[in-house]
């Protein structure tokens, strides 16, 4: 039962990835429909309303796995009727749920609220723990989504002392993760840190306790699987010896049986009697003659005895000097040691400290890093501003470390939109040092100053990065290099320039590659820097591609060599005309095979809009 509320939890998380499209049912499918109506029009008549229910719900999981709302909404409200008349608290709270689930699936978040607080009721009347979270957590990402956030945080605590109370940490763990994202979402983000500080350190616990527990089963496995064979191996030994025993005895027997018949049977009675007095003597002889052997053997033993009597203790006296005088040797070693080991306790100690000490520096630098990569984040605009804009876009992202030296941007100005990607001198923590500044800069320059043409927006970029760093009178020489488009609704028509970067843009199925200006943004004084502006028209679906280096300059591929713009360019003109969420995914997969065994070089930064 909590595997099935735990992936409900999950499912309400997803709400948003859901196509409401309906699908058309298969030939299986619709088997399936009609053997449950059979089975379920049967077994309702007999009046076993719980059988019949559970074929109710399974003719509603295929239409609602199709996107057929309304029949899987029918079908799951029969199947509640008969329920509720069994009184079946566990199945209510399990239909009510999944109806909550379609109506979010649907965006009728009030609905869908109703049926979660019916949820919720049947599992405190239950009193399933496990349940309540799961159902206090569903709450809150319809409140979220109702923009709610007081209410949510509300559940959400409420959700979090159960878990509390239960010390279960993987519910605690999806509460503080819970409220990490609504207090993003309310745009506090210092409880929202908060929180997913608690979150992520829960994540690391549980994950330490299942690889842990992995190990000590394998281990475990292991030794089993050894007694196992050792004792098999021991039986098998046994097995042999006591066969080979048996063996010699059953030829001995059968020897002296075969001897003595032999006898029997050709003497004659009074040869018998001279035979055995024959035998008689010579055993008395045999006896005599072991009587003296043993005599002469315990004579020798005593001899043996007296003389090893006298070596061992001729040993002895000498190993009693040998060890006085070892004894003293050791002593002076055993001084030497324990000195020696004074020494190393403490250097151990030195090394602790100072390994506690490095400890703690790599936890605060390792936690300043995750933190600059939230804030880089958060300055970084949402894709679904971009889709609002566009047909559809892609944005491929991918750090070379936890931060980046290249960002993106977009926005809207009157009936322009401006979209750009920037590649910053360096990456990780240098390179997200410098994006910031280049965010803060495409702010002013196109929100408050309104440029919009992209050579301009290049020249006051160039000019404001000059300033920024006082690379006039310095010697740094950092800089970055861009692509820009400025596409024009009005006019139907699309402007383009770029420093060092291009444009791949297609149109009426033809690819071209427009090469920015051989110029870097700031960088070094260079009073001749003009950026050429180049135009287009929109007349058919166009499609445009600006990117980083990262992606072309990655070694790999059969000759451990770059890909180049020219052989990028001609996989996205064969995948362009996919969903945008295909060719993220065919954009990764390529890199990862062209990468083969190479390390990621840089970052990647790949935008893609549909016209």
């Keep these: 039962m909590q595997k099935v509320i735990q992936t409900f939890v999950f499912l309400i998380f997803t709400i948003s990835a859901f196509s409401q499209q309906e699908y058309p049912l298969s030939r299986q499918d619709s088997a399936l429909i009609i053997k449950y109506q059979s089975a379920f029009e049967a077994l309702d008549q007999q009046g076993d309303y719980k059988e019949a229910s559970d074929n109710l719900n399974s003719i509603a ?23 509720e008349k069994l009184g079946n608290e566990n199945a209510i709270a399990m239909i009510n749920s999944n109806l909550a689930l379609i109506n979010a699936d649907l965006g009728n978040y009030e609905k869908a609220l109703i049926y979660f607080e019916k949820t919720l009721a049947s599992r405190i ?38 878990a509390r109370e239960m010390n279960d940490p993987e519910q605690m763990r999806s509460c503080y993760g819970m409220l990490a994202e609504t207090y993003e979402k ?26 842990a527990k992995v190990g000590e089963e394998l281990e475990n496995e292991k030794l089993k699987l050894m007694l196992t064979q050792e004792e098999s191996e021991k039986n098998e030994l046994l097995l042999r010896i006591t066969g ?27 040869e018998l009697e001279f035979e055995y007095l024959k035998k008689e003597k010579e055993l008395n002889d045999i006896l005599n003659q072991h009587e003296i052997q043993k005599k002469q053997k315990t004579l020798i033993i005593i001899l043996i005895i007296a003389i090893s009597l006298i070596f061992i203790l001729s040993i002895a006296v000498y190993a009693y000097f ?35 000490e490095i400890e703690k520096i790599n936890f605060n630098l390792t936690s300043s890093i995750n933190y600059a990569k939230f804030i880089q984040v958060s300055t970084l605009s949402k894709k679904t501003l971009l889709d609002a804009f566009v047909k559809s876009s892609i944005i491929y992202y991918e750090p ?13 100005i009157g009936n322009k939109i401006i979209v750009a990607a920037i590649d910053c001198t360096g990456h990780g923590v240098p390179g997200a040092f410098l994006s910031m500044i280049g965010n803060e800069l495409m702010n002013k320059i196109v929100i408050f100053e309104e440029y919009t043409s992209p050579d301009e927006i290049l020249m006051q970029m160039n000019n404001g990065i000059t ?16 692509a820009l488009c400025t596409i024009d609704y009005t006019e139907k028509s699309i402007k383009f320039a770029g420093a060092n970067n291009p444009l791949v843009f297609i149109q009426n199925n033809e690819l071209q590659i427009i090469k920015g200006s051989k110029f870097s943004i700031g960088g070094h004084k260079n009073n001749d820097k003009k950026f050429e502006l180049h135009n287009f028209n929109i007349t058919d679906e166009t499609y445009l591609y600006i990117f980083s280096d990262g992606y072309v300059d990655q070694l790999g591929g059969p000759k451990g060599r ?29 890199f990862v095979k062209w990468q083969t065994h190479e390390k990621q070089l840089d970052d990647i930064l790949i935008i893609g809009v549909k016209l």
């Excluded at 990402?141 to 559940?155: F, G, Q, R």
Aim: aromatic letters at 12%; zero cysteines.
């Design 322 to 356: 040998l060890k006085r005088k070892d004894n003293q040797k050791l002593i002076y070693q055993n001084q030497q040691i324990y000195e020696q080991r004074e020494e190393i306790m403490q250097q151990n100690s030195e090394l602790e400290y100072a390994k506690s």
């Design 244 to 270: 080979l025993e048996l063996k010699t005895k059953e030829k001995k027997l059968e020897k002296s049986d075969s001897t003595n018949k032999s006898l029997i049977k050709n003497l004659t009675r009074q």
């Design 61 to 83: 999981m295929i239409y609602w796995e199709h996107n057929h709302f309304s029949n899987a909404t029918t079908f799951y409200e029969e199947s509640l009727k008969r329920n």
């Design 125 to 162: 009347a239950n009193k399933e723990t496990v349940g309540i979270i799961a159902a206090l957590i569903n709450e809150s990402v319809v409140y979220n989504n109702l923009a709610k956030y007081d209410k949510s945080i509300e559940v959400l605590t409420k959700a979090l002392d159960y």
């Design 186 to 211: 309310m745009g506090d983000t210092k409880n929202s840190l908060y929180y997913f500080d608690y979150y992520k350190s829960f994540h690391e616990m549980i994950q330490n306790e299942k690889v």
């Design 400 to 412: 070379r470390d936890v931060v980046s030296g290249d960002f993106y941007w977009f926005n809207k």
């Design 467 to 482: 300033n920024t760093l006082n690379q006039e009178n310095s010697k740094n020489t950092d800089g970055m290099d861009m």
């Design 562 to 590: 770059t890909m180049g713009t020219k052989l990028f360019a001609n996989f996205i003109f064969e995948i362009h005309k996919n969903n945008a969420e295909e060719q993220s995914k065919l954009l990764k997969d390529n």
